[in-house]
């Protein structure tokens, strides 16, 4: 049971690119999802999240720009970045609160290993 985040890439400013947090294995079901990001020489911030039954919540300087959704049928989590701007650039990493993967089998508080969005002319 991992997650693959992946989408990321260079884009100029003003462009838009959409990330995707997939769970593989045998999943019953998937948690809250969240994204982070970790500028080159920054903490890694939280940025938008998204439980199970969809409601979403966004870190206030994306909150107009970004969209977070999920597929529970696909086991993946978008995030659909828009107007996007230098001071987004980051790696971006998904986690999930809690993955089960059996009858009464959970994996708590995983990680995506990360994609890289850069946005510059």
């Known amino acids: 049971v991992q997650l693959q985040a992946y989408g990321g890439g260079l884009v100029q400013p003003g462009g838009s690119l959409r990330l995707s947090c997939a769970a593989s294995g045998s999943i019953f079901s998937v948690g809250v999802v969240g994204w982070y990001r970790q500028a080159p020489g920054e903490l890694r911030e939280w940025v938008a999240s998204i439980t199970g039954s969809g409601n979403t919540n966004y870190l206030d300087p994306v909150k107009e720009r970004f969209t977070i959704s999920r597929d529970n049928a696909k086991n993946t989590v978008y995030l659909q970045m828009n107007s996007l701007t230098p001071e987004d650039t980051a790696v971006y990493y998904c986690?999930?609160?809690?993955?089960?993967?059996?009858?009464?089998?959970?994996?708590?508080?995983?990680w995506g290993q990360g994609t890289l969005v850069t946005v510059s002319s």
């Open positions: 986690n999930a609160d809690r993955i089960q993967y059996g009858y009464d089998t959970y994996r708590y508080d995983v």
